[in-house]
DNA sequence: TGCTATAATAGTCAAAGTAAGTCAACTAGA
DNA sequence: TCTAGTTGACTTACTTTGACTATTATAGCA
């Protein structure tokens, strides 16, 4: 019997067919497989993760929903994966710097998203110790910059 | 299901189109919606709050009213300087994402740019322990937006 | 006129309702 | 047997309601 998990997956993918972004209920659709609740959240750690391309918003309470949003991985096939793993969990400002540089240089941010992103990560931004100074600035540089292939992908 | 307080949002922001400020009737607007009084609060409480940059005035008794009013500024520097000063070093998530919104209703900055900014004050863009968190997403977040305003000075 | 009672409003707060997240223990398939 | 998959109890977050409180205008009365 093919997983519940892989089931879950198809349907999901089925259902985002045309369109970068789909919402669900995840009660509905735990109820749909017949499955627990926090299944859902397991496929979608599993195979809705980042690094699979996606991004996973939601929100509790009364209307709350899970909204899967596919990244668009544009012009260099890989661009978004490359940068994320030459971003790591530690960068220095002057590399931070230049990733941004190349994402505008490929115009997949304009000049002021550049600033942005640059005040962001500035060293005066991060008032810590060096070293973790260059931790933080990686978590804050990744999560900017897996938002602009969301924000490419969407303006497609 | 659209949620009740999305909903009653959406109408007030509408109403608030063209003028800076209305004033509505408390039990008329529960009773159109066909909810409890007290709900009205509850969304001015989480979507028109100061950081949201609205001002709630209001009055009891016969001819009560509630009014609601957008913030205007004199001067971008003032409102620079009152942001910086809401921010302090220390902001919370939440707080972070209102002041943001605040920026994108007044078109400071783009859907995008917004978007970016969010993703650099997200909780899980730093890694650290809560309050840490907030002391390090004061800063980063004073510095986006006084690139936002530099740019807005450049743009003209 | 000046005071008081009443009606008309809005505010507050806590409880209940709704929905998603986490985590650790259990299960089953390769 | 080992790992991916599955479940359920518990936690956290957001919304809605209702009972109770506070404030203000006004009508009626002394």
Redo the contacts between chains.
């Keep these: 019997m093919a997983q519940l998990s892989d089931s879950i997956e198809r349907f999901i993918k089925d259902m985002m067919e045309d369109g970068a972004q789909i919402e669900v209920r995840r009660n509905e659709l735990a109820q749909h497989f017949g499955c627990a609740p926090s299944q859902i959240n397991y496929v979608l750690a599993t195979r809705f993760s980042v690094d699979h391309g996606y991004i996973i918003e939601s929100r509790r309470g009364?209307?709350g929903y899970i909204r899967i949003v596919r990244m668009g991985v544009n012009s260099p096939e890989n661009l978004l994966s490359a940068l994320l793993q030459r971003i790591g969990n530690s960068i220095d400002e002057d590399s931070a710097v230049a990733i941004i540089q190349n994402l505008l240089d490929r115009r997949l941010?304009?000049?002021?998203?550049a600033?942005?992103?640059?005040?962001?990560v500035?060293k005066?931004?991060?008032?810590?110790p060096v070293s973790a100074k260059d931790?933080?600035r990686a978590?804050?540089l990744?999560?900017?910059v897996?938002?602009?292939f969301?924000?490419a992908e969407e303006?497609k």
């Design positions: 009364g209307g941010v304009t000049l002021n998203e600033r942005i992103m640059r005040a962001a500035a005066n931004a991060l008032a810590l931790v933080l978590s804050v990744s999560g900017m897996r938002q602009v969301q924000n303006g």
